[in-house]
């Protein structure tokens, strides 16, 4: 006997699992230090067009693509379309990306959860030695690839107890409470230090002069990571949507909670900064070396919470990563869930040892990098804006508009704008955006 496919266990634990997905180490981590580096409100501007105009049709259509073949992106595509179908290999594509994130992921989670220790320990001395911390936790192998280790087990773990009981059941706890507390840092940051206003003005205020051909694509390779599109992380969740819920409303909600988010991370952030006198461009230590310092004000009871709910909000995105790539063979292989878990995340565990171990490199644009750095920009700024064109592409020229339509849940103006936005708008947005980055558009001077 065929046993049904799980389904969430109602709309708002949909919503929360997928905000999981959604908000992340993108937001909180990601967001703030790019942010910084690519010089602060015009690509802020940017990144939320790409929101706006990409990344929300692309949602909703990975929704209607999951909910409507109810399977795993790669026989998603082929149940929507023919037996035998080209656009299958989208799915494989995001398995590939889903593996490829997961692995350099799961070393940043770490050192997350590493900084929990240390906050518990407190953290002391001038801003120069606190910041140290960090450079000595990545460049040391050993504590890397411990927490690394850890961090996958619990991955695993969530993953083996299945969608309602697992992932479900965790993102319900963990997200209200992560909000809560960013509430609490963003109104500290605001109104306790003397840095507020600088962070407002750095995020809002566009300086066009600022903006790279590099600064662009990431501005929406960025809107793909942190929206988790690109490589059916939502065709998954949608799949497991009961039919009765509205997708585009579910959309909205939660591209804007995940938008939302790292703004607040966004100002919370950027106010220490500045009230410290620090510089904005830290790369990818920026939490890591500029909150220890506050912390060292406010002692553990604000910085151990923080850290806890950052290992959080990575567990639910490091979740939906590997869901990815469980449940095609789950469907297809008829294998087990444990099973299957165990071997694609042990996989895994040992591809993001590359990204853990810090001394190893190889040349990549021009210049020596790890390999965390080189697979987080191959993955965000090629493979899933890659695989959103031809998501966007599927469902605007080959899926039946029918079935589109029962889906959407009407054929109205909100309906016609999205198939003309993904039929036109949205793919030509990608490839101009990926051609762009790729210094390759022949209009423009590089
Ligand atoms: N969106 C998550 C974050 O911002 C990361 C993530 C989870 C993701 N699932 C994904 C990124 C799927 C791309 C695709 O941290």
């Known amino acids: 006997m065929k046993k049904s496919r799980e389904t969430w266990g109602s709309n708002l634990g949909f919503i929360l699992a997928a905000t999981g997905s959604a908000i992340g ?71 590939a990306s889903g593996f490829l994130i997961l692995s350099f992921y799961s070393v940043i989670a770490g050192w997350a959860m590493a900084f929990i220790f240390k906050s518990i ?90 903006l790279t051909a590099e600064a662009v694509l990431s501005a929406l390779g960025h809107a ?7 490589m059916g992380a939502m065709i998954t969740y949608g799949s497991y949507m009961k039919k009765d819920t509205g997708i585009v409303r579910d959309a909205i909600l939660i591209s804007f909670l995940d938008t939302f988010i790292a703004l607040m991370a966004g100002v919370a952030i950027f106010s220490l900064v500045f009230h410290y006198g620090m510089e904005p461009g830290q790369s990818v230590g920026l939490i890591f070396k500029t909150l220890p310092v506050l912390f060292a004000d406010t002692g553990p009871w604000v910085s151990v919470p923080f850290f806890v709910l950052l290992t959080f909000a990575a567990l639910t995105s490091a979740i939906s990563l590997l869901e990815v790539v469980v ?6 292989k008829g294998w087990s869930r444990i099973k299957t878990t165990l071997v694609a995340g042990i996989l895994v565990y040992l591809f993001g040892i590359l990204s853990a171990v810090a001394s190893f490199t190889m040349p990549f644009r021009g210049s020596d990098q790890g390999f965390l750095d080189i697979f987080d920009f191959i993955t965000t700024n090629y493979m899933l804006p890659v695989g959103g064109l031809l998501t966007c592409l599927y469902i605007g020229w080959v899926m039946k508009e029918k079935d589109i339509a029962e889906e959407f849940g009407s054929r109205g103006l909100p309906f016609q704008m999205l198939r003309l936005a993904l039929r036109y708008l949205t793919p030509i947005g ?15 001077e590089y």
Not at 49 to 60: A, D, K
Not at 145 to 157: E, K, R, Y
Not at 224 to 230: C, I, Q
């Open 25 to 95: 180490l993108g937001n909180i981590w990601k967001f703030p230090y790019i942010t910084g580096d690519y010089g602060g409100g015009a690509f802020v501007l940017v990144y939320l067009g790409c929101v706006l105009m990409i990344g929300l049709p692309l949602m909703v259509s990975e929704l209607i693509i999951g909910r409507r073949a109810q399977k795993n992106p790669v026989k998603a595509f082929e149940k929507n379309h023919r037996a035998k179908s080209p656009w299958q290999s989208v799915g494989w594509l995001g398995m």
């Open 121 to 210: 320990k407190g953290f002391a001395g001038t801003p120069d030695q606190i910041q140290q911390q960090f450079v000595d936790l990545v460049v040391s192998p050993s504590d890397s690839i411990m927490w690394h280790t850890i961090f996958m087990v619990l991955v695993i773990a969530i993953v083996a107890g299945g969608i309602k009981g697992g992932i479900e059941r965790w993102s319900k706890i963990l997200m209200p409470t992560l909000f809560l507390l960013l509430l609490g840092l963003m109104f500290h940051g605001l109104f306790n230090t003397d840095g507020g206003m600088a962070a407002l003005n750095f995020l809002f205020q566009p300086d066009f002069s600022r």
């Open 224 to 230: 793909f990571f942190t929206l988790s599109l690109g």
């Open 327 to 332: 449940v095609y063979f789950i469907d297809e």
């Open 430 to 444: 990608i490839a101009l955006v990926l051609l762009h980055g790729l210094e390759l558009l022949p209009f423009m």
